[in-house]
């Protein structure tokens, strides 16, 4: 299926000379995206969310310097900084290049005579880090394959415009490939997804290359579920819907449904920030229970982080026990917790915890367990309802007051922006639809700083049922 859509602070003076001129406004916060950049199936290789964001910010890079270029280069504090990858790990940061030079992507095209060809070639070409010693920048210089070169840098048949402000905060792979596919499909008359088996959607949902079979109940489970609400929460402009296509009982076929949303200020998008920059600290304690760093860095990358924080500290606590027998693996026990859902239990025993965990069919841990996403849901509502409640609030004072509001925005909360959208405020102010959700969600915290209670939240709820 296709759908032709329309194309698409440091050392600025570096900055400026691997652009040769300004870039319209919208191009300043967009890559253009080759539908077959998209929906990538790996051959071989793997892709993490984070090798995701780095191909899309040097493709952002490299469209911003032009396709006539063999090879590219920016600073590699710029690259850090654009992909939200908060460390100078470079160790970790070459290993990621590394899956993306180890992934192959298919391309299939119409020639001009009418004859399709079919073509298969390395996501990223070579990469040059280079460090000029003490006191000097270090840079990365990169480059594609010359028979794809034009094509994901200006591609001008099936394309897609992606955000970056809107990518960057997806928290899960899973979640930032359903988003491109949704800006893909938004515009073509049926909204329909390509339609293919449960295992190659497995594959391009999880950026692996090695899954011969799937478990279809576990994969919508764990990962299109999660991905679906993800993509809800932090998406304004639309959500999607699994379609199932079944032979029998058995699911061996999906599609994806894109829902427009009602036009929206993305009031949700400044809530989530803090959610999705990667927090390497707790990486690292997951090293140190025993898990190779890059084992460690697929665990984050496809784990809800609240619950992976939460077993973190339950193993954390486990091997501090001296009443209970010493753990012969606490990275097979972390594993374990994750899987059986009995992390935060950190006074039961091991074998009370697993024995627990081992009954399904017991109603107290699936209603405490949906009990608890339907709150956190209702909270994230409530705290959404606020920023528009500041929306409107904002639109009714006067100008002094509005630029009372804005100055303390900017001195208080605009440092800590992400980048692109700290360049967006600061070039259209509330103008700018992506910023201005930020600013409103930060004005809802000076108008209502208290911590939601329980009672006002029940209040919320039965509003809204009522309503």
Known sequence: ???????PETLPDVRRTTRPQAQPRDEDQSVVKANEAIAIRPK???LTLLSRRIFNVLLFHAQQQGVDKPRYSILLSELIDDARFNSNNTELLKSHLRDMQATTIEWQSTESNGEKKWSSRSLLGAVDITDRGRGQACSI????????????????RLYTRVLLEISSQMRSYAAAVLYELGARYLTSPGRLTMREDVIWW??????R???????YRILHRDTIKKALIELDTLCDEFSLEVVEHKRSRKVEELQFRVVPKPQAALEGLGQAMAKNVFDLQLVERIVGLGFKRPDAQDLYAVTDEGALRAAVEHVEERMKSTSLP?????AAYLRDALKKRYAGDHDQSEGSAQAAAAAPRIATQPKSQSLGE????????WHHQKALDAKSRYAEMDDLDRRIFTGRFETERLPELATPIAKAWRRDGIDSRVAASSFYKWMAGQLWPNEVTD????EFAMTRAVE
């Open 1 to 7: 299926m296709t759908d032709p859509d329309k194309p």
């Open 44 to 46: 071989r290789g793997k």
């Open 141 to 156: 210089t990169w480059q594609y394959d010359d028979a794809i070169r034009e094509r994901l840098v200006r591609p001008s």
């Open 202 to 207: 497995a594959s391009v949902l999880t950026g």
């Open 209 to 215: 290359s090695d899954i011969s079979s799937v478990d």
């Open 326 to 330: 010493p753990l012969k693996s606490p």
């Open 374 to 381: 339907k709150l956190q849901q209702l909270r994230e509502e």
């Open 455 to 458: 009672k006002e939240l029940l």
